[in-house]
């Protein structure tokens, strides 16, 4: 157990110099699992993006109409 424990000491010190990956953890049948984070804020910069673009085009509609 303590081999296991130094080699994920190992990743998670290489994992900190990456910001979207979590700690190194072993699972049930002894594999080590690195998760990727989730970005919640690259999802909602998305949306905005998108809403923008919506307005810009809904203002040319009107102002194709006029």
Excluded: P, Q, W
């Excluded at 424990?5 to 910001?19: G, R, V, Y």
């Excluded at 919640?40 to 809904?58: G, M, P, R, W, Y």
């Amino acid at each position: 157990m303590n081999h296991e424990k130094k080699l994920l000491n190992k990743i998670d010190c290489i994992l900190s110099d990456f910001s979207d990956y979590e700690k190194a953890t072993l699972n049930y049948n002894g594999d080590i699992v690195i998760k990727t984070k989730i970005n919640i804020k690259k999802e909602k910069k998305d949306s905005i993006l998108t809403n923008v673009f919506k307005e810009i085009i809904a203002n040319d509609i009107k102002k194709n109409r006029v």
